[in-house]
């Protein structure tokens, strides 16, 4: 974790709500490895797109390139009608993809 991760908000504290959510999607799909990530989670720079159904953010510095070996994305059930995706890395999530959700609270 670089500096400026480590001084980044708690995506717990910033979003109390989308973390439960979040938590109780991870818990639906049985990995307790991301579950327990949840409250550790840090908002360190949000996606900047620019598209206004986005509200994806990273979790950990954004990398120069693809993420590369060692990732993977999982799928979650959202509960809202559209798209909770995580990248993971080495058992780590470093990104997560908020799309079509209401805003984030």
Do not use: K
């Not at 797109?49 to 990732?71: L, N």
């Amino acid at each position: 974790m670089d500096d400026r991760s480590a001084e980044a908000p708690l995506v717990c504290i910033t979003w109390p709500v989308f973390t439960a959510e979040l938590a109780a999607a991870l818990d639906a799909e049985g990995d307790d490895r991301l579950t327990d990530q949840v409250g550790r989670l840090r908002v360190v720079e949000l996606c900047g797109c620019g598209d206004d159904f986005c509200q994806s953010f990273y979790t950990a510095a954004r990398p120069a390139g693809a993420y590369g070996v060692g990732h993977h994305n999982v799928g979650l059930d959202a509960p809202w009608p559209g798209y909770l995706i995580l990248d993971v890395v080495h058992d780590e999530i470093r990104y997560v993809e908020v799309l079509y959700r209401s805003p984030l609270c």
